[in-house]
């Protein structure tokens, strides 16, 4: 799977948008971008994906850039519960490693009052 | 269940103890994945299955670590003769999906084994 690069960690005021960006400069073509969050304690919870057009759902939206070289998870109004590790992963399902989800280092999101 | 279920949540083992760790994923769900996750680190894969058949066991960090889905459904993972560097969080995660359309894992809870 393709290496992806976020940046350690960010801060964020409640009711604001957090903006998570993601590098993945070596991603292929048949790679989806996708977006976990790991809560303290908790195991990795799914938030979005895409492969190249924007995606909206409940949670976030995701934007990838036209080269596809990077993307950004939006968490429109965040809440102190948003406080979390954010995973940015780069997915061929149906490759020959479709069952390796490579996890980075993420993202520490930290949303305060 | 409506989630992926794992058992036991903690466990403490001596070193040179044998432990084997459960996991119910969702009903139907025909992929099957396991990660460890140390402190402070991202989850690493350890194994997948596809039904019963373990179609990559790359991760596995040694031969004291063993993983079976003998009836395509509850996976169990074993590790022999544990020793301190074992200890972490072991992930479960399972999927619809047999590999070929976009899709989405859906994780338990973890079991954090700690080896003393």
């Known amino acids: 799977d393709a290496k992806t690069t976020q940046p350690p960690s960010m801060d964020c005021a409640e009711g604001r948008a957090a903006n998570l960006p993601c590098n993945h400069s070596t991603i292929s073509g048949n790679e989806y971008v996708y977006w976990y969050r790991q809560i303290h304690s908790q195991g990795p919870q799914y938030i979005i994906h895409g492969l190249k057009n924007n995606e909206t759902n409940e949670m976030a939206s995701l934007i990838i850039t036209e080269d596809r070289k990077s993307s950004t998870l939006i968490l429109p109004h965040a809440t102190l519960r948003d406080t979390a590790v954010y995973y940015c992963?780069?997915?061929?399902?149906?490759?020959?490693?479709?069952?390796?989800?490579?996890f980075g280092q993420g993202t520490i999101l930290t949303v305060h009052p | 269940g409506a989630g992926v279920s794992q058992s036991p949540r903690y466990k403490v083992a001596k070193r040179g103890q044998d432990v084997a760790l459960r996991c119910d994923p969702i009903?139907?769900?025909?992929?099957l994945f396991w990660y460890q996750q140390a402190l402070g680190q991202g989850p690493e894969f350890l194994t997948y299955?596809?039904?019963?058949?373990?179609?990559?066991k790359s991760g596995l960090p040694s031969d004291r670590f063993f993983a079976e889905r003998p009836e395509g459904s509850v996976s169990t993972l074993k590790i022999q003769r544990t020793q301190q560097e074992d200890s972490a969080v072991y992930l479960c995660?399972?999927?619809?999906?047999?590999?070929?359309?976009?899709?989405?894992?859906?994780f338990g809870q973890g079991t954090r084994l700690t080896v003393v």
């Open positions: 299955f596809q039904n019963e058949a373990q179609l990559d």
């Open positions: 995660a399972s999927s619809s999906s047999r590999g070929r359309v976009n899709t989405e894992a859906f």
């Open positions: 009903s139907g769900h025909v992929s």
């Open positions: 992963i780069n997915w061929d399902a149906g490759g020959t490693s479709y069952g390796k989800l490579t």
